[in-house]
């Protein structure tokens, strides 16, 4: 069996694609994990592909990651401004943890500049749309590679 890499969104990306579009792209959710999907195929990894509203769920996931999942994918959304418990949860995760934003956080209001999953991330992708998931990908698969 492939190795299995967990990719959670927070809140609000279930609209994506009819959320600001101008901001976050037309693609939905649903796109982006077709896309993510062929480039993990290309590279032999599998996904799990979640979004949640609720922090709690978010939380859990990375709890059920800890014993299914090599590598954490994620785009916590709002909460990556606000959540030192989702930093926990990826503190007590041994795998590689990327971290992506489909917008450039740094450009826009400036209470999006900080990041708590930042503290964890082993690296960050940040304004390069939907792209930045399948780079996303390669990264994790590559780390994972070294290992
Ligand atoms: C986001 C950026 C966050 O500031 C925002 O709250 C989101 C999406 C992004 O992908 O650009 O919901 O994480």
């Known amino acids: ?28 959710l649903n796109d982006v ?12 990894v ?3 592909f979640k979004q949640s509203n609720h922090e709690g769920q978010l939380v859990d996931w990375i709890h059920e990651a800890r014993t299914d999942s090599v590598g954490i994918i994620i785009n916590p959304a709002a909460l990556t401004h606000t959540s030192i418990a989702l930093l926990d949860a990826l ?12 917008s450039n956080v740094h450009k826009r ?8 999953v930042s503290l964890r991330a082993d690296g960050i992708i940040v304004g390069c749309g939907v792209q930045g998931y399948e780079l996303a990908v390669q990264r994790v698969a590559r780390m994972l590679e070294a290992t």
Do not use: W
């Open 1 to 28: 069996m492939s190795k299995l890499i967990t990719v959670l969104n927070g809140p609000n990306l279930n609209l994506l694609g009819q959320r600001e579009p101008h901001i976050y792209g037309h693609d939905t």
């Open 33 to 44: 994990a077709a896309r993510c999907n062929k480039e993990a195929k290309a590279l032999g």
């Open 46 to 48: 599998s996904l799990a």
């Open 91 to 102: 503190s007590t995760f041994e795998g590689p943890v990327i971290e992506v934003h489909l």
């Open 109 to 116: 209001e400036s209470f999006r500049a900080h990041s708590y």
